[in-house]
């Protein structure tokens, strides 16, 4: 997948975790973009590492890994910054 992809797959990932987890944030709207790109990243890899799948393109499978990335980087992102 491209870069300009992950971005707009990261971009997506990252609304749907801040509408998962409401609340304010430290970073604003832009730091949630920023962990939704990360947290589509770090979940492609650790899915594809624990044998559940990859983030490998515009699927459905992709989609959760990616959101379930970025909500767990936004919530560490919540707790190291309190």
Do not use: E, H
């Not at 971005?7 to 920023?34: E, R, S, Y």
């Amino acid at each position: 997948m491209g870069v300009i992809a992950w971005i707009i797959f990261g971009l997506i990932a990252g609304a749907i975790a801040k509408l998962i987890m409401p609340g304010k944030d430290p970073g604003g709207f832009i730091v949630t973009i920023i962990l939704g790109i990360l947290g589509a990243v770090v979940g492609g890899w650790i899915g594809t590492a624990l044998g559940f799948g990859s983030v490998s393109g515009f699927n459905f499978g992709s989609f959760v890994i990616a959101v379930i990335g970025a909500i767990v980087l936004l919530a560490i992102y919540r707790a190291v910054r309190k």
